[in-house]
């Protein structure tokens, strides 16, 4: 899928679980979308013409070790080795390591919604087998739609956050 897609699919689910965890109090749910954003587009560094790769001048793919896309970074264990890195970053930068959560939430959100995708993704590798519901090509008229319902739902969720919209 488009980054964009990534990007309002990951702050979505970002709002709807961090705030029922305990961590909310010390995490901002506009960090939060932020780091969440972050997580959900690093799994595209093994594709060559990702928005991440042409913003970081292919700094990851050159690194090698992504020879397919799709392949390790989009699965859960590539998840939670990404997200250890974090980790360790936040670490010995003594950032909040709180926002491992937000990040791997938005990685996963990632790996949801190109399972949307005719390619499918190997969340269980190093099992090759790739599941996914295969109705959405990138880049397609459906991701448009797509998009547009994500954007309608997650200004809602915004408006509801900052109390223009009451429910209940
Ligand atoms: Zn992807």
Redesign the pocket.
């Known amino acids: ?1 488009i980054y964009t897609t990534h990007i309002l699919f990951a702050s979505i689910l970002t709002l709807l679980i961090i705030g029922k965890l305990p961590i909310s109090p010390s995490v901002e749910p506009l960090q939060a979308i932020f780091i969440a954003s972050l997580g959900s587009l690093i ?2 560094v093994d ?1 060559p013409s990702s928005y991440i790769n042409k913003k970081f001048w292919r700094l990851f793919s050159l690194s090698g070790g992504f020879n397919s896309h ?1 392949g390790w970074t ?1 699965s859960f264990l590539g998840g939670v080795m990404i997200t250890a890195i974090f980790l360790t970053y936040l670490i010995y930068t003594k950032g909040k390591v709180h926002f491992i959560v937000p990040f791997f939430i938005g990685y996963c959100s ?1 790996l949801l919604i ?1 399972s949307l995708n005719p390619s499918g993704v190997a969340w269980f590798w190093p099992s090759k087998r790739r599941i996914g519901i295969r109705f959405i090509k990138t880049g397609s008229f459906e991701e448009s739609m797509l998009q547009i319902f994500l954007t309608i739902v997650l200004f809602t969720m915004l408006l509801i956050d900052v109390g223009l919209i009451k429910v209940g």
């Open positions: 899928m799994p595209d594709h799709r989009h990632h190109d």
